[in-house]
């Protein structure tokens, strides 16, 4: 599946960005989603998951952020609110198939990722 991130930008502390993850080549419906991202000299981290309706965050975007995704459209959202300076980084959006829930939050479980797009919160 080919994955194409985008919604990034520049915005003030405390202001909001709604990024997008179109795929093309598969159908999402049954794959997990993850986001990840990574801030200038700092490895790659986990975001947040969607499997289904379920969803996970990591704690330090956990009430601030939501995943949602629209079968339909073959895309998934990841809505950032309350952004923070550092939320700053590349965020990438990565699809898997067949991942057991116990490595949701890992990045060796996806197989196919975007190209990610650039997200900088200033103070």
């Given at each position: 599946v080919q994955l194409q991130a985008s919604g990034g930008g520049l915005v003030q502390a405390g202001?909001?960005?709604?990024?997008?993850?179109?795929?093309?080549?598969?159908?999402?419906?049954?794959h997990v989603m993850g986001w990840f991202r990574q801030a200038?000299?700092?490895?790659?981290?986990?975001?947040a998951a969607i499997r289904w309706g379920a969803t996970w965050y990591a704690d330090s975007v956990k009430g601030r952020f939501t995943f949602?995704?629209?079968?339909?459209?073959?895309?998934?959202?990841l809505q950032m609110n309350s952004l923070k300076p550092e939320d700053t980084a590349v965020y990438y959006c990565a699809a898997?198939?067949?991942?057991?829930?116990?490595?949701?939050?890992?990045?060796?479980?996806?197989?196919?990722?975007?190209?990610?797009?650039?997200?900088?919160?200033s103070s």
């Open positions: 202001g909001s960005l709604r990024l997008s993850c179109a795929a093309s080549g598969r159908t999402l419906s049954n200038p000299g700092k490895e790659r981290e986990f975001v949602s995704r629209d079968n339909a459209q073959n895309t998934v959202y898997g198939d067949g991942i057991i829930l116990t490595t949701i939050r890992q990045i060796r479980a996806y197989d196919s990722w975007g190209q990610g797009t650039l997200v900088t919160v």
